[in-house]
């Protein structure tokens, strides 16, 4: 039997009955066994003991890329769940964009064989269309039954309208999840970052919000017409969350993220040409930056994303209107969130994100499987090259100041912490 003792943690549960309260915890063979103000510690338990040490339940996220199989120099499998683990997160979702694409159930099965064994818990997303090209629909039911938790071409929006409402269509014999990344391509043409006054002064060609707001538009009346379920992903300006707003008015089954550095960042760094910054949907102003966290504690956005995006350095590192779009984020989302949002909010949208994908939430009680992220809320630092434990090193938040700290978790009978 193995068994491990959490010392003087205040638990961060609005499902358990010791939210609030700073205790010990014990779990043995994965299964939390004791809960109390004091438990002595049994012989040859691990004993974890941190400063002002804080525990939740498990720490989700919507949108991870990882390279494996095709672009293991940007990141593998293995590597990059230990990167989440230690970055609090106990389950991810991954992108299908890999090579091949993820688009059919032995990929699928792929994955998954390599996530085997592993603290934190992976869940694929299969493609929505083969090879991600927008042309036909992938082989959704077999890659579900395969284990595929939703259906998306990561940032690829679908352009034939036909093809997203037969999609719409299609899931709902099996309660499947379309996920669509919304943007129309004919507006955003040549467009490499936000469309406003920056762009303009930076001499960059734009992208007008309206190419994110017309798809979004377009998809909930698709979906209003079809039915089912629709997430939307990384929405980034103010006209976005007023559609899913009245799209949730009018009972339609519609959720989305945003992305943490849309939270934390705006336009304005883009004035060094930095492509560490050149995400997608671009960077926004900050009048919609702080319209997107008010969206996020009123309840509109239902989950927050790393949207973490490991790239090598020969696609990251050029010009600015050369390089890819993408960031990676896991090690510095607490952190980051922690300067911009309250803590309950925080960890709210870090768990609540399961319930969108159909998983189960392992509430803090006694007899319950232990699936605990470890973190501190108030350790104040910058964030630096040290602090990447990603094989690549393209984030967006360096030289960024952060408030908190993931200390790890413990799922699946493994306890992994950082030092």
């Known amino acids: 039997m193995t068994t491990v003792l959490i010392k003087q943690a205040t638990i961060?549960?609005?499902?358990?009955?010791?939210?609030n309260q700073t205790v010990d915890i014990k779990i043995e063979n994965g299964i939390i066994t004791e809960i109390a103000k004091e438990i002595i510690t049994p012989e040859n338990a691990t004993v974890v003991e941190k400063e002002n040490l804080h525990v939740s339940q498990g720490w989700f996220d919507s949108s991870v890329s990882l390279g494996e199989p095709g672009y293991?120099?940007?990141?593998?499998?293995?590597?990059?769940?230990?990167?989440?683990?230690?970055?609090?997160?106990?389950?991810?979702?991954?992108?299908?964009?890999?090579?091949?694409?993820?688009?059919?159930?032995?990929?699928?099965?792929?994955?998954?064989?390599?996530?085997?064994?592993?603290?934190?818990?992976?869940?694929?997303?299969?493609?929505?269309?083969?090879?991600?090209?927008?042309?036909?629909?992938a082989e959704l039911f077999d890659m579900k039954n395969a284990g595929a938790i939703a259906f998306g071409d990561y940032n690829k929006a679908i352009q034939d309208a036909n093809i997203q409402k037969i999609a719409l269509q299609y899931v709902q014999d099996f309660d499947g999840l379309v996920i669509s990344f919304c943007q129309d391509s004919s507006l955003k043409g040549k467009g490499i970052v936000n469309e406003g006054i920056a762009s303009t002064r930076l001499g960059l060609k734009g992208i007008p919000t309206l190419a994110e707001e017309l798809h979004i538009s377009r998809n909930l009346f698709?979906?209003?017409?079809?039915?089912?379920?629709?997430?939307?992903?990384?929405?980034?300006?103010?006209?976005?969350?007023?559609?899913?707003?009245?799209?949730?008015?009018?009972?339609?089954?519609?959720?989305?993220?945003?992305?943490?550095?849309?939270?934390?960042?705006?336009?304005e760094i883009l004035s060094g040409f930095d492509s560490?910054?050149?995400?997608?949907?671009?960077?926004?102003?900050?009048?919609?930056?702080?319209?997107?966290?008010?969206?996020?504690?009123?309840?509109?956005?239902d989950c927050i994303t790393c949207d973490h995006n490991p790239l090598d350095?020969?696609?990251?590192?050029?010009?600015?209107?050369?390089?890819?779009?993408?960031?990676?984020?896991?090690?510095?989302?607490?952190?980051?969130?922690?300067?911009?949002?309250?803590?309950?909010?925080?960890?709210?949208?870090?768990?609540?994100a399961k319930t969108i994908f159909g998983l189960p939430q392992n509430k803090i009680e006694v007899n319950v499987k232990a699936e605990l992220s470890l973190f501190t809320p108030n350790i104040e630092s910058i964030f630096t090259k040290e602090n990447i434990l990603s094989k690549s090193k393209n984030s967006a938040f360096l030289g960024q100041k952060t408030k908190g700290k993931a200390y790890g978790i413990f799922n699946n009978g493994k306890l992994i912490t950082n030092n």
């Open 12 to 19: 961060l549960d609005k499902n358990s009955s010791f939210h």
């Open 313 to 352: 350095i020969e696609h990251k590192k050029l010009e600015f209107d050369m390089a890819k779009d993408g960031t990676i984020g896991l090690e510095s989302a607490f952190g980051a969130l922690g300067t911009v949002l309250p803590l309950d909010v925080i960890i709210e949208k870090l768990t609540n």
């Open 72 to 137: 293991e120099d940007r990141e593998t499998i293995a590597n990059g769940l230990q990167v989440a683990a230690k970055s609090g997160f106990t389950a991810i979702a991954l992108q299908p964009n890999s090579t091949p694409i993820i688009d059919n159930q032995s990929y699928i099965k792929f994955v998954l064989d390599k996530a085997k064994n592993q603290a934190t818990t992976l869940f694929p997303i299969g493609a929505l269309t083969k090879n991600s090209d927008g042309q036909d629909l």
């Open 222 to 267: 698709l979906l209003e017409y079809t039915g089912g379920k629709l997430h939307i992903p990384t929405i980034s300006t103010q006209k976005s969350i007023q559609l899913i707003q009245e799209a949730k008015a009018k009972g339609l089954q519609v959720t989305c993220s945003v992305a943490v550095h849309h939270l934390v960042l705006n336009e």
């Open 276 to 301: 560490r910054y050149k995400v997608a949907p671009p960077l926004r102003d900050e009048a919609t930056r702080k319209a997107l966290l008010k969206a996020v504690i009123d309840g509109t956005i």
